[in-house]
C-alpha cells in the first residue's frame, strides 16, 4: 500500500488547513503524525477502519478533526485555529491489519506517506 499527502502549506496563526491522504488500498487504522523540527514524531490523531472511532492527541483535540471515506481510501485531517506549535511535517500512517483499537505508537503503523508540511506563522 502507498500512501500520498497532500495539502500542507503556510497559514497565518488562527487559521485553518486541511490535510488528504490517499491511499493505493484498503487499510485498517489511518492515522496522523507530525515532527517539528528537532523533536520526535509525535501521534496527532487516528480513525479506525469502521470508521465510527477516533482519537486525538491532547495538544490538538477541540481543533482537529479526522474522517476517511473507505470508498476513496482516503483519510482526510482538517486543522482549525492553528498555532505556531502545529508546525510541523505531517505524515500519514496506515495500519495493514484490520482489528479494533485505535494505536497511537508508531510501531503500530505498516504503511507511511512521504510528509506534508504545515507551517504556521505567527
Known amino acids: 500500500v502507498q500512501l500520498q499527502a497532500s495539502g500542507g502549506g503556510l497559514v497565518q496563526a488562527g487559521g485553518s488547513l486541511r490535510l488528504s491522504c490517499a491511499a493505493s488500498?484498503?487499510?485498517?487504522?489511518l492515522g496522523w503524525f507530525r515532527q517539528a523540527p528537532g523533536k520526535e514524531r509525535e501521534f496527532v490523531a487516528a480513525v479506525n477502519w469502521i470508521g465510527g472511532s477516533t482519537y486525538y492527541a491532547d495538544s490538538v483535540k477541540g481543533r482537529f478533526t479526522i474522517s476517511r471515506d473507505n470508498a476513496k481510501n482516503t483519510v482526510y485531517l482538517q486543522m482549525n485555529s492553528l498555532q505556531s506549535e502545529d508546525t510541523a511535517v505531517y505524515y500519514c500512517a496506515a495500519r495493514g491489519v484490520f482489528m479494533p483499537g485505535i494505536p497511537t505508537v508508531r510501531q503500530s503503523y505498516d504503511y507511511w506517506g512521504q510528509g506534508t508540511l504545515v507551517t504556521v506563522s505567527s
Open positions: 488500498g484498503r487499510t485498517g487504522t
